[in-house]
């Protein structure tokens, strides 16, 4: 009889770790109050991003095996997964990324070809997301390995002690208060989805935090990073402010058509907590969360990890 795991949370962390779970045999049921596309997961830029925003050890463990994995599935049939070429940009010289050779194809760009007012630069092609086809991607996914989903609101994990002696905690910046974890706090984003299929490749320059995604679905603008801001309305000031920085980068823009916007709550920490915890001698729970703007690029990862603290647990 295969080991019973509950998943609390429906994200991309939550279905990532859910499907590995599976994978190795283990029976799995997410717990979840709200189900794709009312989800961060959903609304993120959601790009491969070498993993250099996490301080965690594991980081670029963690990065290559997910990016292993978007790419075997850019590579088949539709998902959500599709690389673009980047052009990354910065005010300063930079030293080679460590994933340069992991990529499908990098160059760096000469300063004679670089925008105005930019020092270093270099093209990369990584896998980029259309969020909401890929997490529906992943449900199904799920679902056909035997998952099941129920979805219902936790406020502690406590609640779930009496009838699940294994949980995997995925729930994001709501650690906060189903965890009882004061160290996770929301980082608020914001984005634009435009119509302009003319745009075919990606910038970035991460110092202004100003990013242009071309995607199936539209174009994808942003962003904005604002610490301890649980607003999840839509803000006047900060689209203005997205389009201005992403105009300056592609002046083709400011004649797009706006598709949608969005705001989503990245689960900030000082570090990803991916651990296990002993609640009580019958109840186990694997932490798997705070993994701020670059869930995505951790994910399958971070999933993995799951697995080995899920089989230590069980064969103890």
Known sequence: MSQSVTVVGCGVIGLTSA?????????????????????????????????????HSSRHRWSSISLAEYLRLASGDYCGVST???????GSPVDEPWYKDLLPFYARVPRSQLPVGYADGYWIEIPIVETPH????????????????????????QELVPEHPLIVNCSGVYARHVAHDAQVYPVRGQVIKITAPHITTAFNDDDAFTYILPRKDGVILGGIS??????????????VDILR????????????????EFVGLRP???????EREQLT???TIIHNYGHGGIGYTLSWGCAADVVILAEQVTTQ
């Open 84 to 90: 673009f070429r980047m052009l990354e940009v910065f």
């Open 134 to 157: 890929y997490l529906n991607y992943l449900v199904e996914r799920f679902k056909q390995g035997g998952g099941q989903i129920q979805q219902r609101t936790i406020t502690d994990l």
């Open 268 to 274: 900030g920490r000082h570090e990803v907590r991916l």
């Open 281 to 283: 001698e019958d109840c």
């Open 226 to 239: 604002q610490k301890d801001n649980w607003n999840l309305e839509i803000n006047a000031e900060d689209s």
């Open 19 to 55: 499907i590995r779970l599976q994978e190795h045999g283990f029976n799995v049921t997410i717990i979840t109050r709200d189900l794709p596309p009312n989800l961060t997961s959903a609304v993120a830029g959601a790009y491969w991003y070498g993993g250099e925003l996490a301080t």
């Open 245 to 260: 920085r992403c105009e300056a980068a592609q002046p083709e823009i400011s004649s797009a058509p706006i598709i949608a």
